[in-house]
């Protein structure tokens, strides 16, 4: 397998198991929280008041956000807070058209404000976008138990869907979700890139080491010098420095070598080799 197919390999499973680490355990990585707390600014604080709405093109203005003091608890089981069951609170104009909208769900549980629940809305129906929504004006606030507004406003049209991406990608990179879609993708690319890099190797010969480096040459012996027969006189192939100092060998005119090692060539018997063997052992006698 390719060094690079590897190292994808071990990328992917790396964040494989990250990912589902951290959806089993539900751990989220501190990187991504949010180092300040939000704080929400409210506008009124009270059960009675006059409010004045006026609506922007950019963002959109989506009235109150009301609070009231309570818990998220839901004893009977109803999928309504059980708080909520109390709050009396109308919001009208001059047509005495109350505009605001409980949402008690157990599905809409805010816990930005401490010791308070979120009970509902303000002009704005975040559960039904098609009904009626407050115009530039007055309007009159009542409620039955101490409440606190919030202005909220919503997002924009055009940035919207980028900023939901963007949203969707941070937070499944807190929870470990992103970190696990994206190592299947890269995973696929290791597999891919394993075949791809084999098959290339396999078409490439390769070079085997080993054997014969050296270059051989074939030298003839027409430079050589040679006898009174025609023949080329002997030559030793281990010559040594200390032949320089030794007499030169007698005989061995016909061509040939001594006993002593070397090529043989045509014309030299054995006969001829025994007696200049002989000879030469001796001269050396003699010396």
């Not at 039955?144 to 980028?162: A, R």
């Not at 320089?244 to 060998?249: A, D, G, L, T, W």
């Amino acid at each position: 397998m390719h060094p690079l197919a590897r190292v994808i390999f071990v990328i992917s499973g790396t964040m494989t198991f990250v990912g589902f680490f951290f959806m089993i355990t539900g751990t989220t990585i501190p990187f991504f929280d949010s180092q300040e707390e939000v704080e929400i600014e409210f506008a009124f604080s009270g059960q009675s008041a006059t409010l004045h709405f006026e609506q922007t093109e950019s963002p959109p203005n989506n009235g109150w956000a009301v609070y009231s003091f309570g818990q998220y608890l839901d004893g009977d089981e109803d999928g309504i807070w059980d708080d909520c069951g109390i709050l009396e609170i109308s919001l009208t104009n001059d047509s005495e058209v109350n505009f605001f909208y409980p949402n008690c769900d157990n599905s809409t549980k805010r816990e930005e404000v401490a010791d308070m629940i979120y009970v509902g809305q303000l002009c704005f129906d975040p559960t039904n976008e098609s009904s009626s929504i407050c115009i530039e004006g007055n309007y009159s606030f009542e409620s039955n138990v101490f409440v606190k507004l919030s202005q909220e406003f919503g997002q924009n049209d055009d940035q919207s869907l980028f900023s939901r991406i963007i949203e969707w990608i941070v937070d499944g990179f807190a929870t470990g979700r992103t970190i696990l879609c994206a190592s299947f993708p890269l995973m696929i690319l290791g597999a891919f890139l394993a075949v791809l890099l084999s098959d290339e190797d396999e078409q490439t010969p390769k070079k085997t080491s080993g054997g014969p480096t050296a270059e051989w040459r074939a030298y003839s012996l027409t430079g050589q010098e040679r006898g009174d027969d025609g023949l080329p006189k002997a030559f030793s192939r281990h010559s040594e420095k200390k032949d320089i100092y030794r007499k030169p060998r007698k005989g061995n005119v016909r061509g040939g070598v001594h006993k002593s090692g070397g090529l043989y060539l045509d014309g030299w018997t054995d006969e001829d080799s025994d007696a200049a063997y002989k000879k030469k052992v001796q001269d050396r006698r003699d010396r």
